[in-house]
């Protein structure tokens, strides 16, 4: 009796825990992923795909549809990044993991800018990644206020070259 109560205690602890999580990813648009590198098995959570405004998935899904929606400017670059977890042994020191920014194609043809970060988190006898936890975030308003800075920055300077063009001479006059 004791036992069936501390197991009840610990699968409602266990599903508060579960919910608890779930409204945060929900709540902060945070996709997360686990990679099963060896099978190239994909999971994400719901969040991962809606934010890009498609269906969540049950199950696994595959990578190479996701990586289809890379932008193709980007896509060199994210490979590459990705390419050197798997290929690089972790230091003693150092986990093994790669962060990128890159935009990916929306469901509505539009592409947003994401922040990604992996990590390995189970390795092989040889050192080399089996597994990656991630995540992904929108970022999509910080590149856009960044763009919107950059023009304004260089709209200024030319205004102040301009206006010290305009001054010298009148000086020379």
């Known amino acids: 009796s004791d036992l069936i109560t501390e197991r009840k205690r610990d699968e409602d602890r266990l599903r508060t825990s579960e919910e608890r999580l779930?409204?945060?990813l929900e709540a902060t648009q945070i996709g997360i992923f686990d990679w099963d590198v060896e099978n190239d098995q994909w999971y994400a959570s719901p969040e991962y795909y809606t934010m890009l405004g498609y269906a969540p998935k049950e199950g696994l899904g595959g990578r190479k549809?996701?990586?289809a929606r890379v932008h193709p400017d980007d896509l060199a670059h994210v490979e590459a990044k990705i390419q050197e977890v798997l290929v690089n042994k972790p230091s003693a020191d150092q986990s093994q993991a790669y962060e990128y920014e890159a935009r990916l194609r929306h469901a509505d043809g539009t592409?947003?800018?994401e922040h990604v970060k992996g990590f390995g988190i189970q390795y092989d006898p040889q050192g080399r990644v089996t597994r990656i936890l991630g995540i992904r975030m929108?970022?999509?308003?910080r590149k856009t206020a960044e763009e919107a800075l950059r023009?304004?920055?260089l709209e200024l300077d030319k205004r102040v070259l301009d206006r010290t063009a305009q001054l010298e001479a009148a000086n020379r006059e």
């Open 151 to 153: 023009r304004l920055n």
């Open 111 to 113: 592409y947003r800018w």
């Open 22 to 24: 779930r409204l945060t």
């Open 65 to 67: 549809e996701w990586l």
């Open 138 to 141: 929108d970022i999509t308003g």
